[in-house]
Each structure stands twice: as C-alpha cells, then as structure tokens.
C-alpha cells in the first residue's frame, strides 16, 4: 500500500477524490470510472453486488444491548438469567419473551449472533460501531449515511442527505467529508426540522417582501467580495426556502400522522423516531438512524429489561409491519445493533457488566433473507461459529446497498480510508 | 458592477491612513510593501473608520461594538484613537472571552465527555492564563509539566483530555510545533520524514503521565516492592520472593474481607465516580513499548522504546529534573526550531485571515513562508516580546496594512497571498452569538467568569474527603463498613420480599411491567440508603450529603435577564404589558429562546449539537481547530425563522430601546444600520430604504431588521 501512496502524489489523490463527489452518478458508474490501480485497497473486500437495499433505517441501542435477554437467546443455558424465550414467526427461532411484537416479524429478519467488537468502552465502541474505525489519532471517521451520500447522492435533493434522530451529543457524523455531507441531527423528532416554517406572526406576503429586500440590500456587499463562502450565503438562502416551501417539508411532520398510527407507535423519542423515520424514508431521505439508550444495565437488569424491551418491542414491531404494509419492507434495510453485548454472569449488583466479546445484531428486510439465525455461541459466552467482526457487519451492510468496499477516500489529512475498512460482507445473509 | 464601486466609493469617504505609531508595526509595513514591488502589487485602499471600529472588536474583543462603541470611535478626532482603541481592548475581559474561545477550539475543550470538575477547572485556569497574558511559552511549560489532583491546578484537563497518551503526543506536537506525526503512530510516515521509532521515541517524553488513577487506592496496604533488589537476585531468588511478597499481600488482604470491601467500594462509588479523571501523575519510570505488529527491521515488537527528539537538539535531563521537564524546556526553547515559528505564524492568521504559512499545524521540512522575511521577522520579534501574545498581537494590529480594506477577492487554493490588507472572513460562531448578545443586552463582556467559586468550594470538600479516606485506612473504612452491615442486611431482604411477590404475580398472569419499573427503582434507593450510612460515618452527615449530590454546576446566568425598563412598562397598555411580558420570558430563557444572556465562553463547551452555536460551525471539539465557518441550511433557517429575529424584537432588548427612541421611521432604520453593521446606509441603499419606508409604513422597521439579519453582510468581518 506505501508503494501505490507513493506512486501518486498529493494533488492527484486530492483531485481524485474530489472527481469522486463529483463525478459519482451511481454505482455501477463508479466502478468504470475508478481506476483499477487505485480502488484496490489492501485487505478490503471486492465483493459488490447489484443494491438490494435503496435504503436503511438503522437503529442504535445505546450503552450496550444485552444479548442473551433480547435476540441472542440461549434457551435453557444458565446465563439467561432468569430471562425465557419465546417462538417467534420463523420457524425454530427464539428470542425474549419481552420482544413480543417484534417476534412476529423474524420471518423478514435475519439474527447475527456471533458479533464480536474490540471495544469495551462506550465512547470507544459507539465509534467503532458506527465507522469501522477505532477511535484513534487526529481523523473522525465519516458514518454510512454519509458514505452512501457520497457514493450515490441524495434521493431527495430538498432534503438532507442522512438525518440522525439521537439526543446523544456525540455522533461521527459525515467525519472528514465535507459540510453538504454531514447529517441532519434532530433531538427531538416530535419537534420535527427547527425553524423551517415562517414565524405565524408574518404572512407569507410579508415573509417574501423581507426575503426580496434582503436580497437587494445585500447585493453591494456579494458584488463587492468575490469570495466562495459570501455566494454560499446566498445560496444557502435559496436552498433553506427551497426546503421551506417544499411539500416534502411534510415528512418532519408527526401531525400529519393519524392518532391511530400514533397510538401504534407509541410514545417516547423512539416511537416517534421510528414514525419520523418511516416518513423520511418514505420522501426519500436515504439513510435515518435512530437512537435509543438506557441498556447500560450495571444493576438490577431484571427489573430494567421490561420497560426497555417494552419501548423497543412496540415501536420496532409497528415499524416493521408498518413498512410491510406500505410495500417498503424490500428494498428498506432496517438495522438493529449496539456497541457490545452484557456480560454472560449477573453481577453482585444484579446487573450485566460489558461485553464487547459476543454479541448479537439483527437486520430486516433489503434483500436479507428472512428467518435465519447466523453464527452461534457457548451459550453467549464464546462465538463457536462464524465469527463476526464490527467491520463485517458493516460491509453487510454497505454490501446490501451496493456501495463500492474497496474504493479509497482520501481524508483532509490525506490517509486512505474505505466504508468499512477491511471488512468482509456475510454474502450469505442475502436471499 | 456599478453597486460595488459605489459602496466602495461611499465606504471610503473621509478616510486617512494613520501612521504605526510602532516601530516593530513599521517594520512590518516595510517588509510587506517590499514584498508588494515585487510582485507589482498595489496595497488596499485604507478602511474607512466604520469598517475599522467593526473589524477592531469583532478581532480583538470578538464582538460587535455597541451603538455607543462606534459611535465614540468614529466620531473621535484624537489621531492616537486608534492605537488607543487597540490598547483599550486587548486590556478587556472580551480579549478574555475571545481568546479563550480560540485555546478552546486548539485545545479541544469539552465539559461534557468525562471529569466535569476538571473540565471547568480547566476553563477556568485558561481564562485566567489568558487574562493575566501569561507567556505563551511558559504558559505551554505550565501545561507539559502540570500534575497532581484538579484541586492543585486546573491544567491538569490538558493530561485528562487524551487517555491514551500516544495520542495526546500527536496532539501535543501537533498544536506546538505545528507539525503532523499521527500517521508514524501506526505506521512511517508515508508523507513526511517521520518514521514509527521516531514517534515512540518522541512519546518516550510524554507517556509517564498517568492520569487514570483516582488519588485513592481502596484495597489493603500493598507490600512495597524492592525493584533493585529484585533485579539482583538469580532467578530461584526472585521467584521465592516473588511468592513470599504474594503471600504477605494475602495476609494483608484476608484482614479485610472481600466482601466488606466491597461494600465499601460501593458506598464510595457516586463519589469516586467523580473522582475519577481528577488527577495525573508522573512516573518517570514508565516507558512505552512497540506495539505487537511493530514491522521495522530496527526493533522488535515490544520493545522498550527511550526518549529522544524528532529535531533540533537533545531534550538534557538536568539533575533532579524528570524526563517530561526535559521535554519541556526543548519544546518551548526559542532555540526549538518551530515552537516560535508556528505561534508567530498563528498570531498572524488570527490578525490578517491566511497564515504566512498554510496549514499552520503541518509544516515540514521543505515549508517555506509565503514570505519568508516577515516570517523570520516575526519569529524574531515573537522572542523581543518574550512570548507576550498581547504585546506581539498589539504590533500586528498598529499595522498600517491591518488598516487597510479587505481584500475584495478569494485567494486561490495554492496561490501565494501577499497580504495587501486582510482578508474578508466569515464571523466565527463564537463571534456571532456574542454580537447577538451584544445587542441583546450591550457590553457584557465583564462577566466572563474566571473564577468559579461554586467548583472550589466542591473542591476542598473533595480533597478533605481523600485526606479522611487516606488516613483511616482500609482497615478503617472496613471497621465503619462492618457496623453498617445489619442495616445493609434489613434493606437487601426488603429487595427479595418485593422480588418475590412480582415472581408470583407474574406466574399469576399479572401485567408487571410497572411494578418491575418500581422494583427497580425502590431498589435502588434501598442500595443506596445502606451506602449512604457508611458514607455518613465516615464523613459526618454534612458533607456525606454534599459528596454523595456531586458536583452541580449552577445553570448559567438563570436570573441575569436583560433588565425591564420599569417606565417603558409603565406607559404601556394592559394588551402591550402582555405582548411585552411573553416575549420577554419568551427571549429570556427556556426551550424556545436562544438564551442570549452571557457570551459564547459561558456557555457549555462544546454547546449541544443543534444549538445555536453549533449550528453555525462552532468546534465539535473532537479535532484541532475543528470549528467551521461554511454556509449551512440550518443557518439560515435559524436567522429566517428562529429565535435571533425574536431577540431584536424583543423590547427589552438594547437595540430595540434605541430604536424606540429614535424618532422618524428613517432615524429608526439608520439606528439598525448603525447597530448591525457600525455605518450609515450607502446612497444607494438609503435610496431602497426610502422606498420601504413609503411602501410598508409602520412595517418597514421590521422588514428592514430582519432583511438585514439574513444578509449575509452581518455574518463577515470586513
């Protein structure tokens, strides 16, 4: 790889990855474009497949989702915990009695359950978890939603490219690209998108009066400075009426949802961030994330697992019967994962430490074949088979969307990095 | 291209140079207009006084001047009010506040990763570094060599900030000696000269410096351990003694049981949890090693590595002086070869926009100025100033090429500027909530808060603490431990009863699912209550109690609201008391409000995403300098339709009285101008504006404030 670095020099790798952003139409458009010599990248996989998946909802459990109580169920084993299983609609699989709802939606989804992660900390592997890199040394390392931007564009130009709802202050984000690939962040997703209507105080005869008078009496000003950032200004004016105007400002909406839905749904930020999800989706936002905490089960796990599971459970289990209804649930890769698993012993505290050892995700729908169950442990303690590696499990997912594994960016501080690193796509998850 | 000319025209009117009244700013002139022959340029025009007043607080007191400000500055006819100016607000606590915003930003200042308490003291300990103008290389002395507990000194948040400290070194050499040596962390470097040894070798220097431990260690007295003494032994020997010291360690620790530790550890936990990251320690001894897949042929993997500088001459370990001091010294020597460079460079992208060198954080060794003999002059005159960034930054400033006009174009990426004046730039985030505050609520800028007695007072309290733990021993805390265990006992049964009566309804086919919410909960409270006893006997109920809450830093400013003109409010109707009232409290505080009560350096660091400051680019805090200033759609739907527009609106607002009482329609709008941009309307906008003024009436003020807040012309620095 030293050598292929040194075969080029800088602006060359710089334009190139600008040509990048701006040349990519579309995957299989990629590839004709890259040359050969430079979209090799050591170690990373070449595996490509047309998309199964236009889009992905991915859903974060934050602070460490115990695998053996939720999806990594070992019927029988001593390290449940008191935790039961039950059936679920795909024929010989098991998970927690708390996920009821959910369960009737396996036949669509695939179980992993042989993830394991080298981060053993929150921040730590929250990163890893959303980049495929360890947090390390002076880059921040971009996230899918904006990976998949950059590869193959918006798929509503009005709006943003990736939204994350989250209330976490921390979020990789679109990493080192640039501004117009970074995600939306909403904390509060009954609130929808801050600021796009008018302020109800001023018609919208006034509002355009102001915005024609801006206009005009900024223009000596953005004639006198023939600088890039003073004509971003105007533009990003016209872009913001643009989304203010748009009929698909409606997809921030959760009023236009029936009480019914609502009342499906179920209240909370993630019941809210699923419903706000779907409608993002549905208007062609590409990639939304949804953030749910409180796994962080040190004590009394036992007690805690009810209203969590219970929040998760109904607002996933409508999501996804949801999205079947609304024919989405092909082409729509809905992601469930967290930073580690819990410890296979409770605790003196009657809690579930870390453990980043083995641990279990679960992917919907997208071309996934539905109702398996892929990799096994030593009753949550060991992966005995088919070991899964955070970067993988993010190949899996860039695989499902057809994005390119091995083509190299090049960040600001001029280090090559690829979507998942050196991870290698579970080819056979895929119907 | 008429508007231009004729804005340009205007802006220029009743302008003339002053002279620098410097001889250090004249030399600089010199060696920019020699730089200017060459390249057949012509300098910029002067900056008329209105632009040069703005450009003067946003730069030094990173704010707006109040009405008041300009006003006093422009119509002044003293010819030294320039350099007076200069020196009025370089002696400001805005100076304070901007400056600290800029080392947050370098420094990578967060209050809400982890250590809360060091965080703040941290900021606190910049403010004051920053206000007292410390020298720089003292003041980067201070951070490399600082360590003990945050009570000691709030440099320590420097140590704290990386855990990692291979990673801290590339931080370090990169904000100091504006050099990039991350790459070699894993690998040589494959740009640069730097290889894999090198960067182990340079973090030989730095990586003693323990900062997990919690200035408290809670198990058995642990047998010293004779390291000399061992290394002279044979093998049989060490091995024997090996055991007999495992042996004393067992006996020590079967004193105590493992339970009863327990206990304790537990009944500290909500007060060890903020101990933790509160103190850094150095241990001279502990060196770093290569890491396992260490692939060069001049070292194996794990080796020990030694310390050693990447350039310039040896770091000499003096007599009684540790590694890290060593260090120290030739970092900040001016002897170091870029240490001077790289602040000098710094100080002069803060003044004019563009470094002499670009980026200023990745030089080389094939680096050359973009023009080299002001550089050198810079280093040089960085050294007679003896590293006083106020007095290097007051001879950049009393230039006469800081006075000039900015320049009108881009420089292209790659092409050499040649500093014919500055450069336009956008405001920083920073930089435009302060001028909102400004007018908001005027100068506020004497509230930067540099001393933070809530933090203190938590601060004895908490080294009070550690010397009580530290005397009574384990053995003690154990004794007190023990005589809490019967109530420890009580509570744990009441637990089980509570479990089991939920077991059974669950068998029974009970909805349990908020009574498991509540079990969790009297649990926990129940866990607690235990804990809490041992606490109390260890410390007396007072400061157990004070402890066990935590460190709660006050909400900022809750009760500074801007103050309600009491006659204002009097002459009002019943309807406009209300409207008043509302927006008031709407703009003062609370979810909708941005909360324009205090300036940007009183705010949360970094402020929450999606906020205000945020939004508009402020520094995330996770890399160097990581603020930004690009366009966004979310800024401009905060100045279309969000708060800022409210908060002009506001009566009780500074600009809003005086344009209250600004008589006609045109006063009014000329007001606005003079608060928003520090100047009078061009011709040719007055001449738009008198066509609002007829067209909209009672409307036009408004139309006018906010069509002004979403030009772009507010947001830059000219």
Redesign the interface.
């Known amino acids: 790889m030293k050598a292929l670095l040194h075969s080029c020099d800088d602006v060359t790798r710089r334009d190139f990855a600008k040509n990048i952003a701006k040349t990519c139409l579309g995957v299989s458009m990629m590839s004709a474009l890259a040359p050969r010599g430079y979209a090799a990248f050591e170690g990373s996989s070449k595996a490509k497949q047309a998309a199964t998946a236009k889009r992905v909802i991915y859903l974060y459990m934050s602070g460490g989702m115990t695998h053996l109580d939720t999806f990594g169920c070992v019927p029988g084993a001593d390290t449940m915990g008191g935790t039961k299983t039950i059936a679920t609609s795909a024929d010989g699989v098991q998970i927690g009695e708390l996920l009821p709802h959910t369960a009737k939606m396996m036949h669509r989804g695939a179980i992993i359950n042989s993830l394991t992660s080298t981060q053993g900390a929150h921040a730590q592997g929250n990163y890893f978890q959303h980049t495929s890199y360890t947090m390390r040394g002076a880059t921040r390392h971009p996230t899918m939603g904006a990976w998949m931007q950059k590869f193959q564009g918006k798929g509503n130009v009005d709006l943003p490219g990736s939204v994350i709802i989250t209330s976490d202050s921390k979020h990789p984000g679109g990493g080192f690209f640039e501004a117009a690939y970074q995600p939306l962040i909403l904390n509060d997703p009954a609130r929808g998108l801050q600021n796009s209507h008018r302020p109800g105080s001023l018609s919208e005869g006034d509002f355009d009066y102001r915005l024609g008078l801006s206009a005009k009496l900024d223009q000596g000003f953005q004639q006198a400075y023939n600088y890039k950032n003073v004509k971003a200004y105007a533009d990003v004016y016209k872009d913001a009426i643009k989304v203010m105007k748009s009929e698909d400002l409606d997809a921030f909406d959760l009023s236009k949802e029936s009480p019914e839905t609502h009342a499906e749904y179920g209240d909370g930020n993630f019941a809210q961030g699923c419903l706000l999800a779907r409608r993002l989706v549905e208007h062609g936002v590409r990639f939304v994330e949804v953030n749910l905490g409180g796994w962080d089960m040190h004590q009394d796990i036992a007690a805690r697992l009810p209203e969590r599971c219970g929040d998760l459970d109904k607002a996933l289990g409508t999501l996804l019967t949801d999205l079947e209804r609304r024919g989405l649930q092909d082409d729509t890769l809905v992601v469930l994962t967290s930073e580690f698993g819990r410890t296979p012993k409770i605790n003196q505290n009657e809690g579930r430490d870390h453990y980043p050892k083995a641990f279990s995700s679960v992917l919907w729908g997208g071309g996934i074949a539905g109702g398996q169950v892929y990799g096994k442990t030593d009753k949550g303690i060991e992966v005995t088979e088919n070991k899964v590696g955070v970067p993988d499990f993010n190949a899996t997912i860039a695989y499902a969307l057809g994005l390119p594994l091995d083509l190299v960016l090049y960040s600001s501080t001029k280090r090559p990095f690829t979507v998942t690193d050196k991870g290698q796509p579970i080819t056979s998850l895929f119907a | 291209?008429k508007?231009?000319r004729?804005?340009?025209a205007c802006l220029l009117t009743s302008v003339s140079l002053q002279a620098a009244p410097l001889p250090e700013s004249q030399k600089i002139d010199q060696l920019l207009s020699q730089d200017w022959e060459k390249a057949g340029l012509k300098p910029n025009p002067p900056a008329s006084d209105e632009v040069l007043v703005r450009r003067l607080y946003l730069d030094i007191a990173g704010r707006i001047p109040t009405l008041e400000e300009a006003q006093a500055y422009t119509s002044s006819k003293d010819p030294q009010k320039r350099a007076k100016l200069i020196d009025t607000l370089l002696a400001s606590d805005g100076y304070t506040s901007h400056m600290f915003n800029y080392w947050a930003d370098v420094l990578r200042l967060t209050d809400?990763?982890k250590g809360r308490i060091t965080a703040e003291a941290y900021e606190e300990w910049l403010k004051q570094q920053v206000k007292a103008n410390v020298p720089y290389d003292k003041f980067v002395k201070n951070l490399l060599t600082t360590d003990g507990g945050v009570w000691d000194s709030g440099s320590i948040g420097f140590w704290q900030r990386d855990e990692?400290k291979l990673?801290h070194l590339?931080?370090t050499v990169?904000v100091f000696l504006g050099t990039?040596i991350?790459?070699a962390?894993c690998?040589?470097h494959?740009?640069d000269k730097w290889s894999q040894m090198d960067y182990y070798h340079m973090a030989a220097f730095t990586y003693g410096m323990d900062t997990k431990s919690r200035g408290i260690e809670l198990s058995g007295k642990r047998p010293e351990i004779d390291k000399k003494a061992v290394q002279a032994m044979s093998r049989e020997e060490q091995k024997a003694y090996r055991a007999k010291m495992q042996a004393e360690k067992k006996a020590e620790e079967s004193k105590v049981s493992r339970e009863d530790m327990?206990q304790v550890k537990?009944a500290m936990q909500d007060v060890m949890k903020p101990l933790r990251y509160t103190s850094a320690e150095w241990q001279e001894g502990k060196q770093p090693s290569l890491p396992a897949d260490y692939k060069y042929p001049d070292a194996k993997p794990g080796a020990k590595v030694d310390a050693k500088t990447m350039f310039g001459a040896d770091a000499v370990i003096k007599p009684g002086e540790t590694r890290l001091q060593a260090f120290a010294d030739w970092m900040t020597s001016p002897e170091n070869p870029r240490f001077t460079t790289v602040i000098a460079n710094r100080m002069w992208k803060k003044a004019f926009g563009v470094g002499l060198i670009e980026p200023v954080d990745e030089m080389t060794d094939s680096t050359v100025a973009s023009n080299p003999a002001l550089m050198d002059y810079l280093g040089q005159l960085m050294t007679e100033k003896q590293y006083s960034l106020k007095s290097f930054l007051r001879v950049l400033y009393n230039t006469d090429t800081y006075q000039r006009a900015?320049t009108?174009?881009?420089v292209p990426l790659g092409e050499t500027y040649h500093f014919t004046g500055p450069i336009?730039r956008?405001m920083s985030a920073e930089q435009i909530w302060d001028s909102f505050v400004t007018l908001s609520k005027g100068n506020v800028d004497d509230t930067v808060d540099d001393e933070n007695a809530r933090l203190h007072q938590y601060l004895d309290d908490l080294s009070t603490f550690l010397g009580t733990v530290k005397s009574k021993g384990a053995e003690g805390l154990v004794q007190i431990a023990k005589e809490g265990r019967s109530k420890l006992d009580a509570n744990q049964k009441q637990i089980d009863a509570m479990k089991a009566k939920l077991e059974a309804d669950k068998a029974k086919g009970i909805d349990?699912?908020a009574a498991?919410?509540a079990?969790?909960k009297e649990?926990?409270t129940l866990?607690r209550a235990s804990e809490k006893d041992i606490l109390v006997a260890l410390l007396g109920k007072e400061r157990a109690d004070d402890l066990r809450q935590g460190y709660r830093p006050d909400k900022p400013d809750k009760d500074k609201r801007p103050q309600i003109d009491r006659k204002s409010l009097e002459s009002m109707t019943k309807e406009q008391r209300k409207e008043f009232l509302k927006a008031y409290q709407r703009n003062s505080s609370g979810k909708e409000g941005m909360g324009l009560t205090s300036r940007a350096s009183e705010q949360p660091s970094p402020a929450?995403?999606?906020t205000f400051l945020r939004t508009f680019g402020q520094s995330?805090r996770?890399?160097?300098q990581n603020a930004?200033?690009?366009?966004?759609?979310?800024?401009?739907?905060?100045l279309?339709?969000?708060p800022a527009?409210?908060v002009i609106n506001n009566p009780a607002s500074k600009l809003n009285q005086a344009i209250a009482k600004a008589g006609s329609p045109s006063d009014k709008i000329a007001t606005l101008y003079q608060a928003l941009l520090s100047r009078a309307p061009?011709a040719?906008?007055q001449a738009?504006l008198n066509g609002?003024i007829k067209e909209?009436g009672d409307?036009a003020v408004a139309?006018?404030t906010?069509?002004?807040i979403?030009?772009?012309?507010f947001?830059?620095v000219q």
């Open positions: 291209m508007a231009p004729l804005l340009l809400n990763v990692n990673d590339a931080y990169q990039s991350v790459c962390q690998h040589n494959p740009f327990q537990r900015a009108t174009h881009e336009l956008r349990t699912t498991s919410k079990l969790a649990a926990a866990r929450r995403p999606g995330d996770e890399l160097i930004s200033d690009d366009a966004s759609v979310p800024q401009a739907l905060t279309l339709n969000g527009a409210d061009t040719n906008e738009i609002v909209r409307k139309d006018v906010h069509a002004l979403t030009g772009s012309q947001l830059f």
